[in-house]
């Protein structure tokens, strides 16, 4: 069963730029987020990442940002194990971050 999280408002991003083919990405992700496509990697489904950041840990060339451990994702997950409405507490002066492109 494929995980998803809220529509377009993950964190994640990955530069292919700066990808060299290695992997780590494919095997550490927890929901197969990423492929690798002509020895790049390659986001399969932005909406699977719960922005654990083993990723962005195990890149070798910092290819891949992502705020681990805040967020929208992280907001569901806590209001899955709380029993409560999912809130990300990003909201600042009336404008949702959620929304923006945040990278560390």
Same mark, same amino acid.
């Given at each position: 069963m494929d995980h998803k999280y809220l529509k377009?408002?993950?964190t994640l991003n990955l530069s292919v730029e700066k990808c060299i083919g290695c992997g780590r990405c494919v095997e550490v992700c927890p929901h197969r987020?990423?492929?690798l496509n002509?020895?790049?990697?390659?986001?399969?489904?932005?909406? !699977? =990442? !719960?922005?654990c950041g083993a =990723? !962005?840990?195990?890149?070798?060339?910092?290819?891949?940002t992502v705020r681990a451990g805040v967020g929208c994702a992280a907001a569901v997950i806590m209001g899955w194990l709380t029993g409560r409405e999912p809130?990300?507490?990003?909201? !600042?002066?009336?404008k949702n971050c959620c929304n923006e492109d945040v990278i560390l």
């Open positions: 377009n408002v993950t987020v990423f492929i002509e020895r790049k990697a390659q986001i399969k489904d932005k909406d !699977m =990442c !719960m922005e =990723c !962005m840990v195990n890149c070798p060339v910092n290819a891949i809130s990300c507490d990003c909201s !600042m002066d009336g």
